[in-house]
């Protein structure tokens, strides 16, 4: 007698197998197959190179206010975007560490990029977007258009 799997649907390592293929589905629809994902990757890769930075979007009275975390980022590296309602950030980060000492030499490099894109639901004044990047914090500032003052127009009824 051979000792063989047990692959019938309905036994534990079959629902196992289902629960992880509707799970990969889920996170697929959701996050796409990004890079980190397809690798199975954290959103974070080693020494921290962020990939997908955390994102605040707040709206206030007249505007919303837009707090994206890139620690070690430097400002030079970061690109932001307005165009027809897209507001995109992205950026690349380079980290090199050289260490010399009297038994070795070691040099590290990793390289990340990151991309995040948000539809923004109101007009917005383009020529009065800020921004300011502070401490690893990017703000940015993006006014609303004033809303136009329409007149009410009384129309004859024949």
Do not use: C
Not at 32 to 59: H, N, T
Not at 83 to 102: A, P, Q, V
Not at 128 to 136: A, D, H, P, R, T
Request: avoid cysteine; charged fraction near 40%.
């Amino acid at each position: 007698m051979a000792i063989s799997l047990w692959k019938d649907k309905k036994s534990p390592w079959g629902m196992l197998e289902n629960v992880k293929k509707e799970m990969d589905e889920w996170f697929e629809e959701h996050f796409g197959k990004g890079e980190a994902l397809v690798k199975g990757e954290s959103i974070f890769s080693d020494k921290g190179l962020l990939k997908m930075p955390a994102v605040d979007i707040q709206e206030k009275d007249d505007k919303y206010v837009v707090h994206a975390e890139l620690p070690g980022v430097k400002k030079d590296e970061i690109q932001v975007e307005y165009r027809d309602g897209l507001l995109t950030i992205k950026g690349e980060k380079k980290f090199e560490h050289e260490e010399k000492k009297k038994d070795f030499h070691r040099i590290e490099r990793s390289y990340g990029s990151f991309h995040r894109s948000f539809q923004i639901p109101e007009e917005i004044n383009e020529d009065e977007i800020k921004g300011e990047y502070k401490n690893g914090v990017l703000e940015l500032t993006l006014p609303m258009k004033e809303p136009e003052k329409r007149k009410a127009k009384k129309i004859e009824i024949e």
